[in-house]
């Protein structure tokens, strides 16, 4: 799987309660990205990271914050997690040109 | 499980039958097209992609084909086999500028592949 990490696979959690979700690559690629899959819906992107420190939104953004303190590692944050949170996470790491490469996935479940 | 599924077009072949799975794109700037399978459980896996300024690029079993007369994506499987059962995703990525590689990625089509 390309050298990536991600981790919990599996979360339940409860309405209001903070979660944060890792990845953890070993490919030292400078971009890293967070997504959100649901039914019908194909990948959506939350946010991503185009350096150390430097990260911006994707379209679905609200209600989610990163953090990139090392090329390895990217977090993505739940500050107050809602139903519609729930989700399939998917983490994804590329070179700057077409293949990216994904985690396995996080199956977060807000209750 | 979860379904990531739900309501998605369905394509059911025959093994040893050609498939192939359309995608309509929105982007006429984007520099790349690229087929992404998923297994139930799994993450996206890269299949092949093609530049914007080529209109068929083939790879192992596969071929993809771009019209940008009408925003038009194809993947072609050749001999499809049980294992190609998967969805299947189109995505987008502009290259240039301020995009950093982001993708865009269609709604999916299942593939199932019959003995």
């Known amino acids: 799987d390309a050298g990536i990490t991600q981790s919990p696979r599996h979360k339940v959690t409860e309405t209001g309660t903070p979660v944060t979700l890792r990845c953890h690559q070993t490919e030292n690629h400078r971009y890293m990205y967070w997504y959100r899959q649901d039914p019908g819906h194909g990948l959506r992107l939350i946010h991503y990271s185009y350096g150390v420190k430097d990260t911006d939104k994707g379209e679905v953004s609200d209600g989610y914050s990163v953090s990139r303190s090392k090329t390895e590692d990217f977090l993505l944050t739940l500050e107050s997690a809602t139903s519609s949170q729930t989700s399939v996470y998917f983490c994804?790491?590329?070179?700057?040109?077409?293949?990216?490469?994904f985690g396995q996935g996080t199956r977060l479940t807000v209750v | 499980g979860e379904s990531v599924g739900l309501h998605l077009p369905t394509l059911s072949v025959q093994e040893g039958d050609n498939s192939i799975i359309n995608c309509a794109y929105s982007?006429?700037?984007?520099?790349?097209f690229i087929w992404y399978k998923q297994e139930s459980g799994k993450g996206p896996q890269f299949i092949i992609d093609i530049r914007s300024n080529m209109d068929k690029r083939q790879g192992q079993r596969v071929t993809v084909l771009l019209n940008k007369t009408v925003k038009h994506l194809s993947l072609q499987i050749a001999a499809t086999q049980p294992g190609d059962s998967a969805v299947y995703f189109c995505?987008?990525?502009?290259?240039?500028?301020?995009?950093?590689?982001?993708?865009?990625f269609g709604q999916g089509t299942i593939l199932t592949v019959h003995p």
């Open positions: 994804a790491i590329g070179p700057f040109a077409t293949e990216a490469f």
């Open positions: 982007n006429s700037a984007s520099d790349y």
């Open positions: 995505a987008e990525k502009r290259t240039g500028g301020t995009s950093y590689g982001k993708l865009t």
